[in-house]
Structure formats: structure tokens, C-alpha cells
Nanobody, 115 residues
Framework: QVQLVESGGGLVQPGGSLRLSCAAS????????MGWYRQAPEKQRELVAG???????NYADSVKGRFTISSDNAKNTVYLLMNGLKPEDTAVYYC?????????WGQGTQVTVSS
């Protein structure tokens, strides 16, 4: 099993930036990929960005060019740098880890973009 602890959410004005962190512990050597999903009120959860254990990344079209996902293997931590934030980015952001056919989830962190 894997445990995920997120941090870094908050309130930011449009155009601002935030960095989310997700620290993994437990069976980290079996992790194939980590990343972030988000869920806005009354909307389905959607993939934001992911990174594999060999550094391959993918992004939702809506965040390409604004968000950057990265990892620090020494710290077992994945980061999501969010620039140029828009009100439509407002959501609860959930970190995930994928291993052995299962998804593991963090507790979620709220990101609110508002003036």
C-alpha cells in the first residue's frame, strides 16, 4: 500500500500561481505513476497531469502550457506548479499513485481562484 499526503492548496487571484506537493510513503518502489486529478462542484473528476516512474508526463489540454508536473525521487514527492490560474481551475485537487493495477488517493486539497 501507499500513503499520500498533499499540501499547497489555497486561495489565489486569477493569473496567480500555486505549487501543490504530494509526498508518498509505503510501497513506493512499486509505483508506476503519480499525478493529480481535480473535481469541481457538480463536475466529474478529471485528470490534470501525471508523471511515470521514468519521467514521462501527460497533461489535460486545459492546463497545457500553464501547469508543470515534476518529481523528486529522493523525497518521494511529486509537485504540480500551476501558473496563470483561472477561475475555472477552482476545484479540489487529489493526488494519486498508480501501482499494481490499483489507484491510491490523497485526501484532497482545495484550490480556489478568485478575485
Amino acid at each position: 500500500q501507499v500513503q499520500l499526503v498533499e499540501s499547497g492548496g489555497g486561495l489565489v487571484q486569477p493569473g496567480g500561481s500555486l505549487r501543490l506537493s504530494c509526498a508518498a510513503s509505503g510501497n513506493i518502489f512499486s509505483i508506476y505513476a503519480m499525478g493529480w486529478y481535480r473535481q469541481a462542484p457538480e463536475k466529474q473528476r478529471e485528470l490534470v497531469a501525471g508523471i511515470t516512474n521514468i519521467g514521462s508526463t501527460n497533461y489535460a489540454d486545459s492546463v497545457k502550457g500553464r501547469f508543470t508536473i515534476s518529481s523528486d525521487n529522493a523525497k518521494n514527492t511529486v509537485y504540480l506548479l500551476m501558473n496563470g490560474l483561472k477561475p475555472e481551475d477552482t476545484a479540489v485537487y487529489y493526488c494519486y499513485a498508480y501501482l499494481a493495477g490499483d489507484y491510491y488517493w490523497g485526501q484532497g486539497t482545495q484550490v480556489t481562484v478568485s478575485s
